[in-house]
Each structure stands twice: as C-alpha cells, then as structure tokens.
C-alpha cells in the first residue's frame, strides 16, 4: 500500500521536544582514517594509500553448524576464475567476485559481472570523458592502478551513479561482463590515450544490485562464506612464501593484494606449505584469485590460517543482499566517495539524526514515492528508523515527522537497504529529507561521511547533508557563507515510478511432463532479465546444478538429475522472476508411477480384453505410452508364459487358452516415458480370470446338446455346476441361470444365433 502525504498535513506533533534532548557536545568532524605506512615490495593491485578500520562485532562468535571443512567447487557453487592481467585491479576482481558468488548464492543465475565498468567509475578517465558530469566528487585512479574495498562497494550499491549525467545516460550498475568486456592491453599507448567511457555501459542492463554490506571478524568468516557466499580480505602474496598452491608468511606483515575467501579446511596439513616456512597448526582458507585458471591449482589456492600478513589485515567484507534490478526505481545519493570517513559526537540523550534533502520536482514527471532507503552506519547495536519529511526553509520539518516508515537493529558497520513498511506516496513539495534517526546506548558515536584522500576527492553542496545538534539542524557545510563541505552522509532513497513498467516476459510453454529427461524452456525477455528461478515459491534453482541457462536463445534446460528428483506424488510449480513484470509460472507435471491395471471383459474364447492402468493416485495413464504383454497360466498362482503377438491394451481370447488362467503385464521401461521405469501385472481381484466358451457348460471346449442337458439337469436340482460351469453357462448376462439360458443355448446349437448376449 502507498502511505499518502495527507498524513504531513494532519496536527503536527512537536517533535522538537524530543529532537532538543539531543545534545551534541564537542562534535569533533575530523576523519579517523587510519594511514598506514607500508613497504610494498611488490604491489599486486591493493590501494594501501588509506586503509580503513571499521567497527567490529565482539571476537569469538561461535561457529554454530559450521562444518571443518568446505569447498564449493566440489557442488559447483562457485563462479568462474577470472584474470586481471597486467593491471593492478586486483580489488576491483575481488569486489566484483564476491558480488557474483553472493548473487549467485542468493539467485541461482550465475552471471559474470563487468570489471570493466566498476575501474571506470571508480578512475580519473570518468571526470575526463565525455560522457562525465559536472558533480566535483571525483576518483583519481587510474585505469590500471590499485582500489579498495571501499572504493568497489559505494559502486556497486550506488544504483544510479550521478557521477554519470543521468540526464545523458540512464545508467544501472553492475553490467554484465559480456556486454562491457574487460580491456587489459593498456601497454598500448594510443588505446589508453583514447580511452572514454565503455562501449554500452549506458545501455547494458543486468539483473541484480548490492543493497547490503558489512564488515566482519575473522571468527564471522565461516558463517559468511556459508550464507554469502564468498569474503573480500586482502593478503600479503609473496612467491617466496608459496609452495605447492600453499601460501604462508611468518616474516612481514605487508599487504599488497585483494581476494576472495570462498572456503575452509581446519585439518588443511601443514605439511603442505613450503618446507622451513610451515605454520605451527594445520588450518587453511581456500583462496580464488584474479590471474586465470592457468595460476595455481586452476586459479585456487590455500592460506594457512596463521599467515602473518592476512592476520595483519585483521577484518573482511561481506556481501550480505543483492536486490533486482528493476526499471521501476530510481536511487538518488550524494555520496560519490566511500564512507570511510567518520565524525564524533558526544550524544547526551540516546539518539543521534542525520539527513539527506533531495529535488524530487527534477524527477516527479516519473517518479511520485519511495519504497526503501539505503543508508550507512557505523555503531553497531543501533537502533535505527527511517522518515521523511518535507523541508521548510531549506531544512527538515521536524514538526511534520509522525511514526517511524521502517526500523532495525544495525548488527555491522556497513550499508543497509531498509524497505518501507508502506509505499511512501510524495506530495508536491519541491525538497524532502529522508531522515536515519539512530538510538544508541553509547554516549560518543561515529558518523560516517565521505572521505577526502590523495586517491578520492569528496564534496559536499550546501543544503544536501544536515547533522542534529544543540536542538536544531546543522548543515554539513556549516556557516552561511560556505557553500561546500567534504562529504556527505549515505542516505539513499529508492524512487518508484508513477506508472510501473509491467512488460511480461514470456514462456515457449507453461505445462510441461515430467519425462525423467532433460527439459527446456525458452524465454521471452522482451526487455527483461532473468532474476531468479525457484521451486514452489520457496527453493531457489542453481543454475549449472540444478539447469543449463543459454543465453544466446533465452533457453533454459532443466537437467535430468533434477527432473528426477521432483515429487512423484503432486506437480511442482516453477516460478521465474524477473526484474520487472510478472513472475511467470511453468507447472512440470508430476511424473507417474504404476499404480494398478485393471482388465475389463470377458474372459471368455472370442471376447475382448481392455487393460486400464492407473498410477498411484488413481488416475489412468495414458496407455500409449506403456507397454503389454499378455500371459497364460494353468495355475492362478503362475507361473506365466507370454502369448504371443499379444502386447497391446487390448486381447481377443482365442481357443488356445481354454481353460487357461489370463493376464496382462504392463511396463515402463524408458527415461522418455512421463512414468517412472517398473511393470505391474493385473491381479485375481482384477479380474485375472479363467478362459471359458460360453454355452458350453460341461466344459468340453464345444457347445452342443450335451451343454442343454446339463444345464437342465441343474435347473430341475438333479445335479449341481460348480462356479466356472455356472458362468459358461450364463449366456444372457444377468448373472442367474433360468430356462431363458437354456433357449438361447439351443439356439446357438441350431444356428438360430449367431452368438450369445453376453458376448
């Protein structure tokens, strides 16, 4: 539902009261960015110009249910080796690795995501180019030296980077590898000389954002790679140090490359590592780099848990959510730079608030509410809720707030995306401020901006970032006359358009069989990307795994061990999600397996046989795709000779099996059959029965006088007919013998008829 603006316009409560009894002494903006001189002796791509410290959760956090040991590529949960070649991006290919592995862990489509596009963004060529803008936050990497963390997450969740001129390029982040491919020859110094933005960066939309982050300890890895995925950490690589794909330094503490961690092995020997060089304890993390398969054990390799340099690194980061991609939502941010700068405040009172105003008149023609926003904090055990507020002479309207539209606990430092508890519908107020208040049990706090360094430049305009202090709003950019400041705060709203753009894709077919082989679907994008395939609303689908995804045709096959797998006992719904438009639902019939076989007719020389099968729930079965054999027996209880030429659903009796007990066999024997492989045999319940002549009630095999005397005999109670005579004997079908039987026996004799009218 869409909370309308009516509810500002209601008696406003004097929130002013609570917001007077926060009272920020001494707030102290200085960055807390920690330098740290080291001495490279070899730089692999890691940006150690700055190396930032986060707030970390209390250490030694059990690992419940962590196994000791696991690797993904044993169940192929894990993305392709990619390779940075000759250029320090190493951070950019950790960042851009973790992004996959989590997507793919939450989605189930394994998509490679372009480097291309993130060291563009986040390099001086983008201020240089024309397609840059006129914003002033600026990076200053070049294309091929090194990034941090830091730098690769405030792109990757910066949906809608402004520092691209929207009004030119309506760009959404994360492209896919194939449409911006990696460019690596940079020894050529006309290409680099020539360098603008990527060809289809502008055009190239893909299916998924990062709409959460965090920073961990090292005892939170495990249950990371468990839940995400794969870890970003940066390790101290030194081919002095390795030895048979195994990695171990005990003698400096320099960091000089990014990585992911996608596994673990706590019984890893330490017999593995170079002899001399080896860690007190067995113990290792499985490491995937950016040099190619042809690097190490095909572009894997382990670090023992006691390395000095990683140790030294003493945090990681996590990508904890990714959200779709859709058309429909816009992210306005300030904030071009990473958040690794950090003010104090001494808070008396429990609460602290920041604050970003947004023009929403420049995006109304499209856009009328919110529906989540994504914000940065930095103390963990926060409290924190979201409001929005219009603004009165360039500042909050505090008097306007009313309840809170989301709240959390913030659990780690990092980026949250906090979705609305209702559609928040805007009026036609020019500016809004979304507002992250925060309740805290600390009485000093951290406040994260934008950081200013020698590789990053950070600005703030006048009217954009406001702080909380002395029971008003402060601006960012402090006094009248000054118009910049460095930094803003990361609060990002996420704007929904006014009319949504519900273009369906399409499905080749909605019901298909359960044949126990392969199975494939097309799809219809028609502007759309493939978010996601799940089992029953609940299950998500691996792609590789559980299906093949083609996407030169749109097709996606799903494998025949899977297929398999499904319930044989009702149909399995399979929903695909899109970044937009409906999700569209195949229904893969359950495959069948053999119930029972019922057989109707006579059996009697001359009359006609029918099978009917039906599966477990009691439905028939097509027969055409089942195979017969009928079979004879002296015996009820077998055994079994198969007539010949008799494997249909259908058998008339013929003389040859007078007396003979009948049955048929029926069979599934192949994987392109919707019935599971086995064969049931009809039973004496149904109506496996003993072959008679009808008329011929001495059981001769011939129908003559005799048949009428004996039959006569009964009748007058001279003589009794046990059960198979008493049924050659009926011929009308009424299931008694009266003289109307004896007539037609007669009849029979002297050709009066030609058979009988139960046949």
């Excluded at 003698?251 to 092995?265: E, Y």
């Excluded at 989540?372 to 360039?394: H, Q, T």
């Excluded at 003389?655 to 007990?661: G, P, Q, V």
Aim: hydrophobic fraction near 30%; glycine fraction near 6%.
């Amino acid at each position: 539902m869409r909370v309308s603006c009516e509810h500002f316009m209601k008696s406003k409560k004097l929130l002013s009261i609570v917001f007077a009894s926060l009272i920020v002494s001494s707030t102290v903006f200085s960055s807390n960015v920690l330098v740290k001189a080291v001495e490279l002796r070899k730089n692999y791509g890691l940006d150690l110009d700055t190396i930032y410290k986060p707030s970390l959760p209390d250490s030694d956090i059990p690992n419940i249910g962590i196994s000791s040991s696991y690797d993904p590529r044993d169940r192929g949960y894990t993305t392709p080796v990619k390779n940075q070649y000759n250029q320090g991006t190493c951070s950019v290919f950790a960042s851009i690795a973790m992004f996959e592995e989590k997507a793919f862990m939450q989605t189930g489509v394994k998509n490679a995501y372009s480097e291309e596009t993130a060291k563009f963004i986040t390099s001086k060529e983008l201020k240089v180019s024309n397609k840059a803008s006129n914003y002033d936050g600026f990076y200053s990497y070049g294309l091929t030296s090194g990034r941090n963390i830091e730098t690769n997450i405030q792109y990757l969740t910066n949906r809608n980077n402004p520092l691209i001129d929207n009004n030119s390029i309506p760009w959404l982040s994360s492209n896919y590898e194939v449409d911006v491919p990696y460019t690596y020859d940079y020894n050529n110094e006309f290409y680099l000389s020539n360098y603008s933005c990527p060809k289809n960066m502008d055009t190239s939309y893909t299916n998924a954002y990062v709409s959460g982050m965090q920073y961990i300890s090292f005892d939170e890895i495990k249950e990371n790679i468990r839940d995400n995925g794969a870890v970003y950490i940066t390790i101290g690589y030194n081919g002095d140090y390795i030895s048979n794909n195994s990695l171990y330094n005990s003698s400096t503490t320099i960091l000089n490359h990014a990585v992911t961690i996608v596994g673990w092995d706590d019984n890893y020997s330490k017999s593995n590592f170079k002899q001399g060089e080896q860690p007190p304890h067995n113990g290792a993390w499985l490491v995937k780099n950016s040099w190619g398969v042809q690097n190490n054990d095909n572009g894997y390799f382990w670090v023992s848990y006691y390395d000095l340099p990683l140790n030294e690194s003493g945090f990681a980061s996590a990508i904890t959510n990714v959200s779709k991609m859709s058309k429909n939502e816009y992210m306005l941010s300030y904030d071009f730079t990473p958040l690794t700068s950090k003010s104090f405040a001494n808070v008396s009172q429990n609460s602290y608030y920041i604050a970003n105003v947004y023009n929403f008149k420049e995006y109304n023609d499209l856009y009328d509410s919110i529906n989540k926003v994504m914000f940065y904090a930095s103390n963990i055990g926060d409290i924190y809720d979201i409001y929005i507020s219009p603004v009165d002479n360039g500042m909050p309207d505090v008097s306007s707030l009313e309840e809170s539209l989301a709240q959390g606990v913030v659990n780690h430092e990092g980026y949250i995306t906090a979705t609305l508890d209702n559609i928040y519908k805007m009026c036609d107020d020019n500016k809004y401020a979304v507002i992250v208040k925060f309740t805290t049990n600390n009485s000093s706090v951290s406040i994260s901006r934008e950081a200013t360094s020698t590789s990053y430049k950070a600005v703030a305009n006048k009217g954009e970032s406001f702080y909380y202090r002395d029971g008003v709003w402060k601006d960012m950019c402090g006094s009248r006359n000054k118009t910049t400041a460095y930094g803003n705060y990361c609060i990002r709203p996420m704007l929904l358009r006014k009319n949504s753009i519900t273009e369906n894709s399409e499905l080749s077919e909605y019901e298909k069989n359960n044949t126990g082989s392969d199975l494939s679907i097309t799809m219809k994008l028609n502007g759309n990307q493939l978010y996601s395939i799940k089992e029953n609303d609940s299950s998500v689908l691996y792609e590789d795994i559980d299906y093949i995804y083609n996407r030169n045709n749109n097709e996606v096959t799903f494998k025949k061990d899977y297929i398999n797998n499904l319930d044989t006992n009702s149909d399995t719904k399979i929903t695909f999600e899109f970044t937009d438009g409906l999700d569209q639902i195949l229904i893969i019939k359950a495959k069948e397996r053999l119930g029972k076989v019922v057989v109707d007719g006579n059996f009697a020389i001359g009359s006609k046989l029918n099978a009917t099968t039906y599966n477990k729930q009691n439905n028939k079965i097509d027969g055409n795709i089942l195979s017969y054999q009928w079979q004879y027996s002296d015996k009820i209880t077998g055994p079994w000779s198969n007539i010949p030429n008799a494997n249909r659903s259908t058998y008339t009796v013929t003389e040859n099996y007078f007396m003979k007990y009948i049955r048929v066999n029926v069979k599934s024997d192949n994987y392109t059959s919707v019935v599971y492989p086995g064969n049931i045999s009809s039973t004496p319940d149904m109506q496996t029965g003993q072959v008679i002549l009808y008329g011929d009630v001495d059981l001769n095999n011939t129908v003559n006088v005799n048949d009428v005397t004996t039959l006569n005999y009964y009748l007058s109670g001279f003589s009794a007919l046990n059960s198979i005579q008493k049924r050659a004997a009926d011929v009308d079908g009424d299931r008694s013998l009266t003289i109307n039987d004896v007539t037609l026996i007669q009849q029979r004799i002297s050709d009066g008829i030609d058979k009988f009218p139960v046949e």
